[in-house]
Nanobody
Framework: QLQLVESGGGLVQPGGSLRLSCAASGFTLDYYTIGWFRQAPGKEREGVSC????????DYADSVKGRFTISRDNAKNTVYLHMNSLKSEDTAVYYCAATRQDFGSIWFRARPWSPVLYEHWGQGTQVTVSS
């Protein structure tokens, strides 16, 4: 069974940090572009960051640039989202997703945050930023 499992969420004070993990089981992430998305109550799901299969290319939403870093360890079949300088507006359920779309393809680069591009999704992990 193909599964993505997120972990690392929790309650953190503004300005704090968290590291989210996205572990795959039942398949290898080596050939997948991975995206992180988030959804706050009453809001649409939005793309946060994505990373190419090799880890050599990344992209970030403007709202998290300079604060979040995406990375991957294909040997561990895991992708990470390092979140620093967290703000209350970062509060959301965070999801990772996998797509066989090539990161560098015109098709993907035109719409990297389109959820329909991603074939596999995790169940999400809650991140709450509050004092």
């Amino acid at each position: 069974q193909l599964q993505l499992v997120e972990s690392g969420g929790g309650l953190v004070q503004p300005g704090g940090s968290l590291r989210l993990s996205c572990a795959a089981s039942g398949f290898t992430l080596d050939y997948y572009t991975i995206g992180w998305f988030r959804q706050a109550p009453g809001k649409e799901r939005e793309g946060v960051s994505c990373i190419s299969s090799s880890g050599g290319s990344t992209d970030y939403a403007d709202s998290v640039k300079g604060r979040f870093t995406i990375s991957r360890d294909n040997a561990k079949n895991t992708v990470y989202l390092h979140m620093n300088s967290l703000k209350s507006e970062d509060t959301a359920v965070y999801y990772c997703a996998a797509t066989r779309q090539d990161f560098g393809s015109i098709w993907f680069r035109a719409r990297p945050w389109s959820p329909v591009l991603y074939e596999h999704w995790g169940q999400g992990t809650q991140v709450t930023v509050s004092s």
